[in-house]
């Protein structure tokens, strides 16, 4: 008997699983991109805001080579409709912004959703309660409604407390409605789980060993929720990275000269009848990350099974 | 025995109420289930006193109360003389390094997400208690104390069975050297030749380190192995007390007289000789007692007056308490007379010998 702990069961499931393996490859080069690559195209020449009129006709402003622009190396993916910036350039600090949104709400929901479900299943009446119904009304809210509807307000309020304006505004209001709006669907799983793990003796050896609640809730009840929380992180990510998509494709994102995939996604529908690579460019790079964070959210979910487990 | 002061654990007239509530938006308390309904004991210094009584009466309520795990409802607790029913979980804390508890259900007392060694820290950790030596060397000495490869110390509970884990959760109970350890049926989840060793376990740590135990079990013959004195308990009352010897072979109350002819004898002539008493019908409900002796709908020998009066908890010799109006003196097949039996029953004030060379231990 080799002696196992969780994280080594599920790593050594999780490195027979071929796709699993494909697709987190393809997430930590995606991170790896977003963090790096613009640097690493600005010393190689590219930048998202150079506007390059050479590269579009002087009369409607579109690329002059055909396939939007396409020319290496100076252009390797086209340059965009009337400005002539480069779409590489582009796409790549497209996936910075919408990783930071979605890794950062993601992370914040994923504590908000933790800490109130812990509360809420261990301490169990009142608070329970209060909770619980403080959940339904969150989720009771028409979500898109009310995030366009604030978005100016609300980001100029962030403005006015010391944020800086412009798109750092905007993206921390997009971070924190995705959080505000997310977190009930975890903290429920969570409070279930809590529901069940309390009445587990070794919640009871441990008061009778003298250990206060943070010790009780974050000491022995937070190991054994990891399972749930890590595949629930797996599987918002990815919905929060096209929920940044969509909201961006409204508006609510951040405005020119930076660029998201949903920006760059509405902007292509003008031009999609020319240029369709303008769609399946970010299009492809957004389907890519959903489907690999997909994949390998299902592959953790199996190999954190704790019915094989035990 | 009731000399105050020097008891390590004393209970006197627990009572443990569970409220029933109505289901539904506005939850009501509807009654109560007693489950627990005036129970004294005492355990003194180095000696194990043995709780046994169907599953039901109320044992595994006590065992919790005892360490306000559940909060009485009244009566008074006091460990090394210490009242602790009115103390704060925080002022607890100091009680809690005296007195410590061991679980029925070893899968269940083990987190499963901790490694043995940080199982067996936690009461140094929880306590901020720096052992001599470190935590770890600590740990390792007490795993190798109760018979546990110090090397599996990073082991997580799921690669043990059912012996080896019990014996992990008396490592724990034992770390900081308690006075008392509660014991909730620790060998009824184990197989028997298992219980055998982990009951040698318990008495050898008791002898070295002068532990009490108060033992609880539903099955007489384990309880037979390890208490130098027993207390028989059914729906939540304290039915007779005696020293170990003069319980099992002069029995009084017609409760502990039916829980022993329950208990099969090894030998098949004897056991087809013997009188079984079977208890007829089920536990009545706690949250509705009978009226009188909470015994009388399964009693034998059960008269009017046991429905209208309760019975006290007297002491009919030195040592040996009995709460029945009817208590059944003659006992069939005894080889110790009644004159015999108390005369080994121990003298006030004076811990009971550790059990001798009868004690009886499973093939
Ligand atoms: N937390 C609780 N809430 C309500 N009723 C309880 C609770 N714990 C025990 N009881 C009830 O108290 C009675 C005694 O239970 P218990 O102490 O577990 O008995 P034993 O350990 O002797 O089997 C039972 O009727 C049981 O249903
Ligand atoms: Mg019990």
Known sequence: ?310 | MTDAGKEVLEVSNLRTYFPVRSRGVLPRTIGQVKAVDGVDLAVGPGETLGLVGESGSGKTTVARSVLMLVRPTSGSVKIEGQEITRLSQRDLAPVRRKAAMIFQDPYNALNPRHTVGGIISAPFKIQKIEPEGGVKRAVQTLMERVGLNPEHYNRYPNEFSGGQRQRIGIARAVALRPKLIVCDEPVSALDVSIQAQILNLLRDLQHEFGISYLFVAHDLAVVRQISHRVAVMYLGHMMETASRKVLYSQPLHPYTHSLLSAVPIPDPARQRERNRILLEGDLPSPINPPSGCVFRTRCFQAQERCAVEIPPLVEVAPGHKVACHFPIATVPKSVVTEHQAHELAPVEGVPVPPAGPDRVVPA
């Open chain 1, 1 to 310: 008997m080799v002696g196992r702990s969780l994280r080594e069961i599920v790593w050594a499931r999780l490195r027979r699983d071929r796709v699993a393996l494909i697709c987190f490859a393809i997430l930590v080069v995606m991170y790896l991109l977003a963090i790096v690559g613009p640097y690493l195209l600005n010393a190689l020449g590219y930048d998202p805001y150079t506007f390059d009129r050479a590269a579009i006709s002087n009369s409607g402003g579109q690329p002059v080579l055909p396939n939007g622009g396409i020319e290496f190396p100076k252009h390797p993916l086209g340059v965009e409709w009337g400005t002539g910036r480069d779409i590489m350039a582009q796409l790549l600090s497209g996936l910075r912004i919408s990783l930071i949104v979605s890794t950062s709400a993601t992370i914040l929901t994923v504590l908000i959703g933790t800490v109130v479900g812990i509360v809420a299943g261990y301490a169990g009446g009142w608070t329970d309660q209060i909770l619980g119904r403080l959940m339904d009304l969150v989720l009771a809210f028409p979500f898109l409604l009310i995030v366009l509807a604030l978005s100016g307000v609300m980001t100029d309020r962030l403005t006015a407390m010391g944020v800086p304006e412009g798109n750092t505004s905007r993206v921390l209001y997009l971070i924190l409605v995705m959080s505000l709006f997310g977190w009930p669907y975890l903290a429920r799983i969570v409070r279930g789980q809590v529901l069940s793990l309390r009445e587990r003796e070794f919640v009871e050896a441990a008061v009778a060993m003298g250990a206060g609640t943070p010790r009780i809730l974050f000491g022995e009840m937070l190991p054994n929720l990891w399972a749930p929380i890590l595949v629930y992180t797996t599987l918002t990510l990815p919905s929060y990275i096209g929920l940044e998509a969509a909201l961006s494709f409204l508006g609510v994102g951040v405005l020119p000269p930076d660029t998201t995939f949903g920006a760059m996604l509405a902007n292509s529908v003008s031009y999609f009848q020319v240029v369709p690579l303008y769609l399946f460019i970010p299009g492809g790079m957004l389907v890519l990350l959903v489907v690999s964070f997909n994949l390998l959210g299902d592959s953790l979910r199996d190999a954190l099974d704790p019915k094989a487990i035990h």
